[in-house]
């Protein structure tokens, strides 16, 4: 799978829109972008995953270049209870990849009131 | 309530000890998974079972010993660990073919090995 890059920590005010950013330069054409989200001491969450297009769900935006070379995860109201740790992740689907997700050290998004 | 159920919550045992994790799932899905989250590092995948049969084992030493008895339940057996086992271990879930890597996670349980 892709490797993914990922800042180690954002500050965000509450309210705000969360913008976080990925680097995928490697990525391939059957692989998807996946989003997940780790708050403490719980299990990951997953957000939202995409292929090329954008993608949008109740929880956050997905936004992927035309290239495929990087993507962007945008929470559009944040709230204190989204600090977490964010997890970029490019990996293919189904076939005999399943659950083979490689978590890197992710994102450390903190929501300020 | 992400419907994947893990107990206990947290666990202390010794060395000598043995003691085994639970992980139940209420999702219908097929394919179950133990991951360790030790401090500080990665997520890392353990075992994979699709349909009760296991298809991956990332080289996990044979204390952790893994089973499935069906699609809706997966236990690891825990026998002679070391201090540095301690860890969060989580327990995930997935949908069959089609499904992706849409996972859903337990909270885990906190292991410490003394």
């Known amino acids: 799978d892709a490797k993914t890059t990922q800042p180690p920590s954002m500050d965000c005010a509450e309210g705000r829109a969360a913008n976080l950013p990925c680097n995928h330069s490697t990525i391939s054409g059957n692989e998807y972008v996946y989003w997940y989200r780790q708050i403490h001491s719980q299990g990951p969450q997953y957000i939202i995953h995409?292929?090329?297009n954008n993608e949008t769900n109740e929880m956050a935006s997905l936004i992927i270049t035309e290239d495929r070379k990087s993507s962007t995860l945008i929470l559009p109201h944040a709230t204190l209870r989204d600090t977490a740790v964010y997890y970029c992740i490019v990996s293919q689907a189904g076939g005999t990849s399943y659950g083979k997700l490689t978590f890197g050290q992710g994102t450390i998004l903190t929501v300020h009131p | 309530e992400t419907g994947v159920t893990q107990t206990p919550r947290h666990l202390v045992m010794g060395m000598t000890n043995k003691k085994s994790l639970k992980c139940e799932q209420h999702l219908g899905h097929n394919a179950m998974y133990w991951y360790k989250q030790s401090a500080k590092k990665p997520l890392e995948l353990m075992f994979v079972y699709n349909f009760k049969e296991q298809t991956e084992n990332n080289s996990v030493p044979s204390r952790f010993s893994p089973e499935c008895p069906n699609s809706s339940h997966l236990f690891l057996h825990l026998h002679t660990l070391q201090p540095e086992d301690s860890a969060l271990y989580l327990c995930a879930s997935s949908q069959d073919a089609g499904g992706g890597e849409k996972l859903f996670f337990g909270s885990g349980t906190q292991l410490s090995v003394l």
């Open positions: 995409g292929l090329k």
